[in-house]
């Protein structure tokens, strides 16, 4: 599986939109972008997945640049509750193992 | 959406104990399940992959016989810890997933501290 970068942590105000950024730059082309979260002493929680059209649910949208090779998630309106780490991970689709790498710890502050 | 069950979400039990914890999809079958553990203030590290109905595949440097995995059923996973010892205290988190091109889900975590 492809591996990915992430800025350790980002600020966000409450409010505003919260704008987290990824780098996969090796990602294949049967690979999709999954994003989770995890809240402090909780399981992962899964927000949103795509392979290169952006997606929108909603928890958030994802877009993917036109090569792939990077991808921001949006949380449009962020809330104290949205503090968590966030977890961008490449997998390919069928069934493929998560391999978590450190994520970007998010810190919405009123 | 899909609801994944993890039994318990804390145990505090002797050294030399051995320990299981269990994972169940609510409301989906799970082709495959997976176990993560978890220590402070680190990122979530792959133990093991179980499809139902076979042999656990596990990651590199994990040992098979200390961390016994069965997957008796779509619905079920178990992972026993055994003879616990205080190193293995850690938050050990499973995951589901069904057939397709569908997003694993993850339980609540179990937190396992060995005195």
């Known amino acids: 599986d492809a591996k990915t970068t992430q800025p350790p942590s980002m600020d966000c105000a409450e409010g505003r939109a919260a704008n987290l950024p990824c780098n996969h730059s090796?990602?294949?082309?049967?690979?999709?972008v999954y994003w989770y979260r995890q809240i402090h002493s909780q399981g992962p929680q899964y927000i949103i997945h795509?392979?290169?059209n952006n997606e929108t649910n909603e928890m958030a949208s994802l877009i993917i640049t036109e090569d792939r090779k990077s991808s921001t998630l949006i949380l449009p309106h962020a809330t104290l509750r949205d503090t968590a780490v966030y977890y961008c991970?490449?997998?390919?689709?069928?069934?493929?193992?998560?391999?978590f790498g450190q994520g970007t710890e998010l810190s919405v502050k009123p | 959406g899909a609801v994944v069950s993890q039994h318990p979400s804390r145990v505090i039990c002797k050294s030399g104990t051995s320990v299981k914890i269990e994972c169940r999809s609510l409301?989906?079958?799970?082709?495959?399940m997976f176990w993560y553990r978890q220590f402070p203030k680190q990122s979530l590290m792959l133990m093991a992959t179980?499809?139902?109905?076979?042999?656990?595949?596990?990651e590199q440097g994990v040992e098979k016989d200390k961390f016994l995995i069965n997957h008796a059923s779509l619905t079920l996973s178990t992972l026993t810890v055994t003879s616990a010892h205080p190193e293995d205290s850690s938050f050990y988190i499973c995951?589901?997933?069904?057939?397709?091109?569908?997003?694993?889900?993850f339980g609540d975590g179990t937190r396992l501290s060995i005195l």
């Open positions: 995951s589901a997933v069904g057939a397709g091109p569908k997003p694993q889900h």
């Open positions: 090796t990602i294949s082309g049967n690979e999709y």
């Open positions: 795509g392979l290169k």
């Open positions: 991970i490449v997998r390919a689709g069928q069934g493929g193992k998560l391999i």
């Open positions: 409301d989906f079958q799970a082709t495959t």
């Open positions: 179980s499809n139902e109905g076979s042999k656990a595949t596990y």
